[in-house]
């Protein structure tokens, strides 16, 4: 079940939350952001929605490439990060994270409304994106041939939704490493921020 928060024109938040599916009530908004994808020839990346979809059944989308890419981002965090908050956030985030549920990590470090975080939340689908595309253009990866269900772990659902083609399986692990690479740089600025901030209080509390 996912929840949406509620926003004003103005992108203000509210304390409205609805679940996924209900309808948005009037006047007040939720956020999104799209990713459209172009070839050189200025060809649109876009994929058809099933039918037994209960939004939009059969309607082409743009979306592609997932909410972030952040499934080895929780990985490196919860053993990694020098920040004790994401140790402990990086560790409460994997287990979703593995079923591509990754609200903890995107409320919780957090990255809405965090212009550090902002930037490698969109480059790194766009980067899966199209190496996946490319991989499939080339041969490297089957084509899918059916939609399995969006918590598949990753390379599983690659696997099985492109009919057993191991390239597909290996190209989807490629596309999680090529994402914590975008993400690398930003989360380490990140970690490097709230650590200095611990041990200021720290410092602060042992001296009162």
Request: net charge positive.
């Amino acid at each position: 079940m996912e929840k949406w928060n509620l926003y004003t024109i103005d992108r203000v938040i509210t304390n409205r939350v609805i679940t996924r599916g209900d309808d948005i009530p009037k006047n007040l908004y939720h956020l999104v952001v799209h990713v459209c994808i172009f070839n050189a020839k200025n060809q649109m990346l876009i994929q058809q929605r099933q039918t037994f979809k209960k939004g939009w059944p059969n309607m082409w989308d743009v979306t592609v490439g997932g909410s972030g890419a952040t499934l080895l981002l929780c990985i490196y965090i919860a053993f990694r990060a020098k920040s004790e908050q994401l140790r402990m956030l990086g560790k409460a985030s994997m287990g979703p994270a593995i079923f591509n549920i990754n609200e903890p990590i995107i409320f919780g470090l957090p990255i809405v409304y965090n212009p550090i975080l902002t930037i490698p939340f969109i480059l790194a689908p766009v980067v899966s994106a199209s190496i996946g595309y490319w991989a499939v253009q080339l041969g490297i990866a089957g084509k899918a041939i059916a939609q399995t269900p969006w918590p598949t772990p990753v390379g599983l659902g690659a696997y099985v939704g492109s009919g057993g083609s191991l390239g597909a399986f290996i190209v989807a692990i490629i596309c999680a490493v090529a994402a914590f690479v975008i993400w690398y740089p930003f989360i380490r600025m990140y970690d490097t921020k709230l650590h200095k901030e611990e041990m200021e209080m720290a410092a602060e509390s042992a001296i009162s």
